[in-house]
């Protein structure tokens, strides 16, 4: 069978969950559910991310220890999945001795390869960012007056240690290479050129230990320096496999890392090089998401306004809320969360739309033939187009879901769902009825039930719950025992005989 293996960024523990977290973790479960249904084995990885300066300060700020800190969130995090019906095969901490021991073992094979030594090191970093910035890099940004941080114009400081540094500068050659060579590896386009203006414009050695803090992975054999917590979380994609103890770990590359734009020069710079200089292979693809705002605000700390997710869950069902999400706003660009937009793209989309068509359907099914499906008929032009239309949104759907375009999935969806909504009206079951013309009448119930089936299995993916629901109905009160695109996704499926439930609304309008 073949693998497919999805992951997020593993979320930092110094902040409880909000939408911009639930945002990848949904994305990353449509895709791993996705590629379930087609038959594929996935590893589906999240997790948190522990270590670093600022758990350190946080939990002294508390008077409590850094793992009491990362215990209590970490919870958030591991409850809140299930609740939006997360898959995620595994959940990795970097605290745990999987990971340290799969860190350690990452900082040897670099140091065995020469890509590591010790040198002093004095730059300027942002606590909140955990970022290091130079001088030049300061001034190109405008930030060297007030010695901000470009990203998140917060003071930065300036520190002197004695560190351990990483020849990122070595690689930077074979990274252009293997950027150009591979167009898919950065999506979207335009971050791919954002990265490689970058790594063209020169990339200096990375300092990749510290000894300002402890709470962190100690560089082996030097128990002063505690390994720079970059190269501690990315390890986690591949300690969660059972790396060192397997070289090259089943599911290892991965196919996707779903991750913000904010860090993707780390996936898509330091990663990659990294890896290089390990003997490893990379991952096949970097996706780097846009920002939501939330209803026209940016989210901060300092605001108090970040969205948490049982705001949301209070009002929504989940399912509701990962179909928002990812049908709102083009992924890879940035959106803005509003209530408003949410109850607009239920009321339009789901409650009229798609509830209309099962409501209908399944209705008249029980209207003119009491809940029983008949053979269909010869078929008519009409009955042809909406096959083929519906073939046509599978390999569609398929296509844009391999490229991550979230919403241009739910958009072909959703041209099939309002052809069905036509072919109801242009077939007029009812005035067959009237005319008693029960052969055209039971063809057109058949592909009336077959299209909600497969419209159904589609949004899979994206709402298990809701679909769930929808196809327990159409299937007479159960769900078939194995639920595939081979044994479910063609044309067909139900036969003669099929008896479908009385249609309960699933997306019930909202005021
Ligand atoms: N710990 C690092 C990631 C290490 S991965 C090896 C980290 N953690 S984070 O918790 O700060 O951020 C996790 C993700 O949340 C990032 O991908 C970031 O882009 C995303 N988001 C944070 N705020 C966001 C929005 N307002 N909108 C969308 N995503 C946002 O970075």
């Not at 879901?401 to 009812?430: S, T």
Request: glycine share 6%; net charge negative; with cysteine.
């Amino acid at each position: 069978m073949e693998s497919y293996y999805v992951t997020t960024p593993i979320y930092y523990v110094n902040d409880e969950p909000h939408l911009g977290h639930i945002y990848t973790t949904i994305a990353a479960d449509v895709l791993a559910r996705y590629q379930r249904l087609a038959g594929r084995d996935v590893f589906f990885l999240t997790g948190v991310d522990e270590h670093g300066q600022k758990v350190q300060q946080a939990a002294e700020a508390r008077g409590i220890a850094p793992i009491a800190l990362a215990d209590q969130v970490v919870e958030r995090y591991r409850s809140l999945w299930p609740e939006l019906h997360i898959t995620n095969n595994d959940f990795i901490r970097t605290s745990s001795d999987r990971h340290k021991k799969g860190v350690q073992a990452m900082w040897k094979r670099l140091q065995d390869g020469g890509a590591i030594y010790k040198d002093f090191y004095e730059d300027w970093y942002c606590v909140p960012c955990e970022s290091y910035w130079t001088e030049t890099q300061l001034k190109d940004a405008d930030c060297w007056d007030h010695k901000h941080c470009p990203d998140c114009r917060r003071s930065v400081e300036k520190v002197q240690e004695e560190s351990y540094f990483f020849r990122l500068s070595d690689y930077q050659q074979r990274l252009i290479e293997h950027i150009k060579n591979n167009p898919d590896f950065i999506a979207p386009a335009s971050r791919r050129n954002e990265v490689l203006s970058f790594v063209e414009s020169g990339l200096n050695d990375l300092s990749v230990s510290r000894t300002t803090f402890s709470w962190g992975v100690p560089v082996p054999d030097d128990e002063g320096h505690v390994i720079y917590v970059w190269i501690d979380a990315l390890t986690n994609y591949l300690s969660a496999l059972g790396f060192p103890d397997q070289e090259i770990p089943a599911y290892w590359p991965a196919d996707v890392h779903l991750i913000g734009k904010d860090i993707l020069r780390f996936h898509a710079v330091y990663w990659p090089c990294m890896l290089m200089a390990a003997n490893l292979p990379l991952p096949k693809r970097v996706f780097a998401h846009g920002w939501w705002t939330v209803e026209g605000e940016k989210m901060s700390k300092s605001r108090g306004n970040a969205l948490r997710p049982a705001e949301l869950l209070a009002q929504y069902d989940a399912d509701v809320i990962r179909y928002f999400l990812l049908r709102e706003v083009p992924f890879g660009q940035d959106g803005d969360f509003s209530f408003t937009a949410l109850k607009q793209r239920y009321n339009s989309e789901l409650a009229n739309d798609v509830g209309n068509l099962l409501n209908r359907s399944l209705a008249m099914l029980q209207k003119y033939r009491g809940g029983v499906l008949a053979e269909a008929g010869e078929e008519h032009a009409s009955d042809r187009a909406l096959i083929a239309d519906i073939e046509g949104m599978q390999r569609d759907v398929a296509a844009h879901l391999d490229h991550q375009a979230f919403h241009l999935a739910l958009e072909r969806i959703g041209v099939v769902v309002r052809h069905g909504n036509r072919y109801v009206e242009e077939n007029a079951p009812w005035a067959l009825a009237r005319a008693g013309d029960d052969a055209r009448l039971d063809t057109v119930l058949y592909h009336l039930v077959e299209t909600l089936r497969l419209i159904a299995i589609a949004l899979l993916p994206f709402m298990p719950t809701r679909m769930a629901a929808m196809l327990t109905q159409i299937h007479g009160g159960s769900l078939p025992q194995e639920i595939s695109f081979a044994s479910q996704g063609g044309w067909g499926v139900l036969k003669a005989g099929h008896q479908s439930e009385k249609p309960q609304p699933i997306f019930p309008r909202m005021e």
